[in-house]
């Protein structure tokens, strides 16, 4: 008799900008354990893109870049 399948772990990420700045790739959503999503923030004018921060363990690649992906 075949082992019953475990279901993928699925994570709510919500990408939220900082004054000065907007998110202009990547959405909020549901995602499945190991998605790896693309992120961009854009710096408005006078304003410099500082590094991404998590709240939920999530990573960074590379945290210090405006195009960043996270796992």
């Known amino acids: 008799?075949?082992?019953p399948l475990s279901p993928v772990?699925?994570?709510?990420?919500?990408?939220?900008?900082g004054t000065g700045g907007s998110i202009t790739t990547g959405?909020?959503?549901?995602?499945?354990a190991g998605t790896v999503?693309?992120?961009?923030?854009?710096?408005a004018a006078n304003y410099s893109f500082s590094?991404?921060?998590s709240t939920g363990g999530g990573t960074f690649q590379p945290a210090?870049?405006?195009?960043s992906s996270y796992r």
């Open 1 to 3: 008799m075949p082992l």
């Open 9 to 17: 772990p699925t994570y709510v990420l919500t990408i939220t900008a």
């Open 27 to 32: 959405s909020n959503g549901d995602y499945a």
């Open 37 to 43: 999503i693309n992120i961009t923030a854009t710096a």
């Open 51 to 53: 590094q991404w921060t």
């Open 64 to 67: 210090g870049r405006c195009k």
